[in-house]
């Protein structure tokens, strides 16, 4: 079993940055892609960015160049760098991994979730 935690989420008015975190802990083998997703009242889901296990990345139309994904494997940890932040970002902000086990079995699993405010 894998958990994650997530921080870094708060209250910043358009135009500002913020870094998300989500730390992953318990039985970790192998942590494949990686990845983000927001939700806002009322919407689906949607991706934000992903990072796969060999390195490529993929960006939600609404953030790219704007936000970053990236992982720190001595601490299996994933960030989310997010600048030039927009009202329309407003959501709550979820981390989300492809963990393969000892016998090859992949399994999903997501964070809590982290509010983003963004003022304008």
């Known amino acids: 079993q894998v958990h994650l935690v997530e921080s870094g989420g708060g209250l910043v008015q358009a135009g500002g940055s913020l870094r998300l975190s989500c730390a992953a802990s318990g039985s970790i083998f192998i942590i494949n892609a990686i990845g983000w997703y927001r939700q806002a009242p009322g919407n689906q889901r949607e991706l934000v960015a992903v990072l796969t296990s060999g390195g490529s990345t993929n960006y939600g139309d609404s953030v790219k160049g704007r936000f970053t994904i990236s992982r720190d494997n001595a601490k299996n940890t994933m960030y989310l760098q997010m600048n030039s932040l927009k009202p329309e970002g407003t959501a709550v902000y979820y981390c989300?991994?492809?963990?393969?086990?000892?016998?090859?079995?992949?399994?999903?699993?997501w964070g809590q979730g982290t509010q983003v405010t963004i003022s304008s």
């Open positions: 989300y991994l492809v963990h393969v086990d000892s016998t090859g079995v992949f399994g999903n699993y």
